[in-house]
């Protein structure tokens, strides 16, 4: 069974710098997705970013970005010119796909990290 | 991306009773999910919802106590069957717009959420 780690309960960052969350997972599987999602206050599940396991190429999208290290099942957040709306807490996401349908396509959340941006 | 809504967005039970949450999508979709968030904890995937057939449900929860209907591909509902204080959860379905099989990337979308009490 695959395991999503994410070692950071807590972090905080000051409004405009930058921070990374980590997030490690472990499985035998060749061929997955990863995920960031994102839950404000209002608790909606936000996605947030995705890489795909066969592309060497980090993904970006615009602030947020990753650094996916394959070898060593890391896949890392990172927030650019924080602000005060990604305040949330921040989940990591594995997801082994199957060619049928059912559970193989679950996603298995970490535990999560309570970002808080101050001003 | 696909627009969810949930109803009821929270409600406060009774222990003992049933409570059926229904989850509507904008467009259809292959795959629809339901997971479970306890308090301050990660989510987890209760079952898949199969449209035409009986849902597919992970270890530790049963169609007794998770009935789950899908009759079409924009519609799921989720009961939550005698309800004891320990059901007091967040409720979300998510949905997964891509074909399975297909080779792309796999996304889910969170709808945003039911919060349950029960007393």
């Known amino acids: 069974a695959q395991t999503v780690t994410q070692s950071q309960p807590e972090m905080s960052v000051q409004e405009a710098e930058t921070v990374t969350l980590s997030c490690t997972y472990d499985?035998?599987?060749?061929?997955?997705?990863l995920f960031w999602y994102k839950q404000p206050p209002s608790r909606q599940m936000i996605l947030v970013i995705r890489?795909?396991?066969?592309?060497?190429q980090n993904a970006t999208e615009n602030r947020f970005s990753v650094n996916f290290q394959k070898a060593a099942k890391s896949f890392s957040l990172k927030i650019s010119d924080s602000q005060l709306g990604d305040t949330a807490m921040y989940f990591c996401?594995?997801?082994?796909?199957?060619?049928?349908?059912?559970?193989?396509?679950?996603?298995?959340f970490g535990k999560g990290t309570l970002l808080t941006v101050n001003p | 991306s696909a627009v969810i809504s949930q109803k009821p967005s929270r409600d406060i039970c009774q222990r003992g009773t049933s409570l059926t949450i229904q989850c509507q999508v904008d467009?259809?979709?292959?795959?629809m999910f339901w997971y479970r968030q306890q308090p301050g904890q990660s989510l987890t995937l209760i079952a898949t919802a199969n449209q035409g057939s009986e849902a597919t449900y992970e270890s530790g929860f049963v169609i007794d106590k998770f009935p789950i209907s899908r009759p079409n591909l924009t519609f799921s509902t989720l009961t939550v069957s005698n309800m004891s204080p320990e059901d007091s959860s967040i409720y979300l379905c998510?949905?997964?717009?891509?074909?399975?099989?297909?080779?792309?990337?796999?996304?889910?979308?969170f709808g945003p959420g039911t919060r349950l009490t029960v007393t």
């Open positions: 996401a594995f997801m082994k796909p199957a060619i049928s349908g059912g559970s193989n396509y679950k996603l298995t």
């Open positions: 499985t035998s599987e060749n061929n997955y997705y």
């Open positions: 467009s259809q979709v292959t795959m």
């Open positions: 998510s949905v997964a717009p891509s074909t399975p099989g297909q080779g792309r990337t796999y996304e889910q979308y």
């Open positions: 890489q795909e396991a066969y592309k060497q």
